[in-house]
Protein backbone atom coordinates (compact mmCIF):
# COMPACT_ATOMS: atom_id res chain seq x y z
CA UNK A 1 0.00 0.00 0.00
CA UNK A 2 1.08 3.36 -0.72
CA UNK A 3 1.84 5.39 2.16
CA UNK A 4 0.98 9.25 1.27
CA UNK A 5 -1.87 10.48 3.89
CA UNK A 6 -3.45 10.27 6.87
CA UNK A 7 -6.54 8.44 4.88
CA UNK A 8 -4.57 5.58 4.72
CA UNK A 9 -5.13 4.55 8.54
CA UNK A 10 -8.82 4.73 7.81
CA UNK A 11 -8.86 2.92 4.23
CA UNK A 12 -11.49 0.33 3.98
CA UNK A 13 -10.05 -3.18 4.28
CA UNK A 14 -6.96 -2.18 5.70
CA UNK A 15 -5.87 -3.85 8.88
CA UNK A 16 -5.06 -1.90 11.77
CA UNK A 17 -1.31 -2.96 11.78
CA UNK A 18 -1.35 -1.31 8.29
CA UNK A 19 -3.26 1.69 9.28
CA UNK A 20 -0.45 2.57 11.96
CA UNK A 21 2.19 2.13 9.50
CA UNK A 22 0.70 4.56 7.49
CA UNK A 23 0.13 6.55 10.47
CA UNK A 24 4.21 6.31 11.13
CA UNK A 25 4.92 7.10 7.34
CA UNK A 26 3.18 10.05 7.46
CA UNK A 27 4.32 11.81 10.56
CA UNK A 28 7.52 11.22 9.55
CA UNK A 29 6.40 13.49 6.09
CA UNK A 30 5.14 16.05 8.11
CA UNK A 31 7.23 19.56 8.34
CA UNK A 32 9.51 20.10 11.35
CA UNK A 33 7.10 23.18 12.50
CA UNK A 34 3.55 22.29 13.56
CA UNK A 35 1.96 19.46 15.48
CA UNK A 36 0.48 17.52 13.27
CA UNK A 37 3.47 14.91 13.14
CA UNK A 38 3.24 14.53 17.53
CA UNK A 39 -1.03 13.97 16.85
CA UNK A 40 -0.43 11.08 14.34
CA UNK A 41 2.40 9.32 16.47
CA UNK A 42 0.35 9.98 19.50
CA UNK A 43 -2.96 8.16 17.65
CA UNK A 44 -0.10 5.46 16.04
CA UNK A 45 0.77 4.88 19.81
CA UNK A 46 -2.50 4.61 21.07
CA UNK A 47 -3.92 1.82 18.44
CA UNK A 48 -0.74 -0.04 19.24
CA UNK A 49 -0.78 -0.32 22.47
CA UNK A 50 -4.19 -1.60 22.02
CA UNK A 51 -2.61 -4.15 19.62
CA UNK A 52 -0.33 -4.80 21.92
CA UNK A 53 -3.04 -5.58 24.76
CA UNK A 54 -4.64 -8.08 22.49
CA UNK A 55 -1.83 -10.27 21.66
CA UNK A 56 1.97 -9.14 22.82
CA UNK A 57 3.72 -11.14 21.17
CA UNK A 58 2.58 -10.07 17.65
CA UNK A 59 2.43 -6.50 17.53
CA UNK A 60 5.02 -6.28 20.96
CA UNK A 61 7.32 -4.66 18.06
CA UNK A 62 5.20 -2.25 16.51
CA UNK A 63 4.68 -0.03 19.64
CA UNK A 64 8.38 0.01 20.15
CA UNK A 65 8.91 1.22 16.61
CA UNK A 66 6.12 3.43 17.23
CA UNK A 67 7.60 4.70 20.65
CA UNK A 68 11.12 5.36 18.76
CA UNK A 69 9.73 7.16 15.72
CA UNK A 70 7.96 9.69 18.38
CA UNK A 71 11.12 9.74 20.41
CA UNK A 72 13.21 10.46 17.13
CA UNK A 73 10.71 13.10 16.23
CA UNK A 74 10.57 15.03 19.76
CA UNK A 75 14.21 14.69 19.88
CA UNK A 76 14.60 16.74 16.48
CA UNK A 77 12.00 19.51 17.59
CA UNK A 78 14.32 19.68 20.27
CA UNK A 79 12.07 18.35 22.96
CA UNK A 80 14.81 15.60 24.63
CA UNK A 81 12.52 15.46 28.10
CA UNK A 82 9.78 14.91 26.38
CA UNK A 83 11.26 11.76 24.06
CA UNK A 84 13.24 10.07 26.91
CA UNK A 85 10.42 7.62 28.25
CA UNK A 86 9.20 7.17 25.03
CA UNK A 87 12.79 5.82 24.04
CA UNK A 88 13.03 4.31 27.55
CA UNK A 89 9.64 2.08 26.87
CA UNK A 90 10.82 0.96 23.93
CA UNK A 91 14.18 -0.26 24.93
CA UNK A 92 12.01 -2.31 27.58
CA UNK A 93 9.61 -3.69 24.96
CA UNK A 94 12.76 -4.82 23.01
CA UNK A 95 15.30 -6.42 25.64
CA UNK A 96 13.00 -9.42 26.21
CA UNK A 97 13.46 -10.27 22.55
CA UNK A 98 17.04 -8.53 22.00
CA UNK A 99 18.59 -8.58 18.25
CA UNK A 100 18.54 -6.03 16.01
CA UNK A 101 15.10 -4.28 17.53
CA UNK A 102 17.07 -3.87 20.88
CA UNK A 103 19.89 -2.36 18.95
CA UNK A 104 18.42 0.24 17.79
CA UNK A 105 16.06 0.99 20.61
CA UNK A 106 19.32 1.64 22.51
CA UNK A 107 21.10 3.79 20.13
CA UNK A 108 17.54 5.61 20.21
CA UNK A 109 18.07 5.82 23.86
CA UNK A 110 21.27 6.91 23.63
CA UNK A 111 20.59 9.82 21.43
CA UNK A 112 18.16 11.25 23.88
CA UNK A 113 20.50 10.78 26.54
CA UNK A 114 23.28 12.58 25.26
CA UNK A 115 20.45 15.44 23.86
CA UNK A 116 20.10 15.76 27.67
CA UNK A 117 24.13 15.52 28.21
CA UNK A 118 23.98 12.76 30.32
CA UNK A 119 26.56 11.02 28.57
CA UNK A 120 27.84 8.39 30.94
CA UNK A 121 24.25 7.14 30.36
CA UNK A 122 24.80 7.28 26.76
CA UNK A 123 27.21 5.27 26.63
CA UNK A 124 26.27 2.19 28.80
CA UNK A 125 23.46 2.20 26.50
CA UNK A 126 25.79 2.26 23.46
CA UNK A 127 28.10 -0.19 25.39
CA UNK A 128 25.43 -3.22 25.77
CA UNK A 129 23.82 -2.49 21.51
CA UNK A 130 27.79 -2.78 20.60
CA UNK A 131 27.55 -6.49 23.23
CA UNK A 132 24.19 -7.92 21.14
CA UNK A 133 25.62 -10.60 18.92
CA UNK A 134 24.52 -10.31 15.49
CA UNK A 135 22.25 -12.66 14.19
CA UNK A 136 24.13 -16.02 13.04
CA UNK A 137 24.57 -16.39 9.34
CA UNK A 138 22.08 -19.39 7.63
Known amino acids: ?12 GTSEAKAIEGL ?16 YLTEAIARSRALARESPG ?16 LL ?7 AL ?3 QEAVALTRARGGAPLVVSLHGLA ?20 GIPPPPDD
Open 111 to 130: AVLEALHRYSEAAAALAEAD
Open 76 to 82: KRRRAME
Open 1 to 12: MTRNGPDDATRK
Open 24 to 39: LAYALKRPRWGNSAID
Open 58 to 73: EHTELLARCLRTAAKV
Open 85 to 87: PLA
